[in-house]
């Protein structure tokens, strides 16, 4: 079993639609979660830096942490087709010398 | 803030010639470098991770004498893909971090193609 599952998608959605892209973990030492866009042939972008659970808001974007069910997802609201992109969930143990392990990513489209 | 550029972008070289892939924090000093490569439609996997002035970690499975990585500053990490064959083309992307933090800030990526 990975430690971080993702579904790769393909996730297709109309322009306007309410996003939510997902990760499963299994390791409940993580304490840092991250979500990260990747556009094609681009490095990832860091979107979204959470601690511990709970939710946390940035513009159209809300990063949801739920760590009694190992869950974190991702939110997006009013979907634009610049939001079609690869996404990466993120998660680390601590800070320092703790690796960040990355989900596989999920790839959206969002149609016009 | 937190720009990493790589430089080059992308590279055709022939089999058995050595790149020089450079990774530079433009703003930042960044106590830690990490190096990626990723295939098409897959996700990122960690090469190695080095820190200024040592020698770095590399992930299992990874050669070191094939992937020579030098960071010999605050600001710079090189990755060397020595005698390249087909099999070494890839997206190489660099990250790099400053001081204890998780958040890692990542450069665009090169694309190398060995012929």
């Known amino acids: 079993q990975k430690e971080v599952e993702q579904d790769p998608g393909p996730l297709s959605v109309p322009e306007g639609a309410i996003v939510s892209l997902n990760c499963t973990y299994s390791?409940?030492?993580?304490?840092?979660f991250m979500w990260y866009r990747q556009y094609s042939r681009k490095g990832p972008e860091l979107l979204m830096y959470t601690y511990s659970s709970g939710n946390k808001e940035d513009g159209r974007f809300t990063a949801q942490v739920d760590k009694s069910s190992k869950y974190i997802s991702l939110f997006i609201r009013d979907s634009q087709p610049s939001d079609s992109a690869t996404y990466l969930c993120?998660?680390?143990?601590?800070?320092?010398?703790?690796?960040?392990?990355f989900g596989a990513g999920t790839r959206l489209f969002v149609k016009a | 803030g937190a720009v990493v550029s790589q430089h080059p972008s992308w590279v055709i070289c022939k089999s058995g010639t050595s790149v020089k892939i450079e990774c530079r924090s433009l703003?930042?000093?960044?106590?830690?470098m990490f190096w990626y490569r990723q295939f098409p439609k897959q996700s990122l996997m960690l090469m190695a991770t080095s820190n200024e002035g040592s020698k770095a970690t590399y992930e299992q499975g990874v050669e070191k004498d094939k992937f020579l990585i030098n960071h010999a500053s605050l600001t710079l990490s090189t990755l060397t893909v020595t005698s390249a064959h087909p099999e070494d083309s890839s997206f190489y992307i660099c990250?790099?971090?400053w001081g204890p933090g998780n958040e890692q800030f990542f450069g665009p990526g090169t694309r190398l193609t060995v012929l």
């Open positions: 990250s790099a971090r």
């Open positions: 993120a998660m680390s143990a601590g800070t320092g010398g703790f690796k960040t392990i």
């Open positions: 703003d930042f000093q960044a106590t830690t």
């Open positions: 390791n409940s030492a993580f304490q840092y």
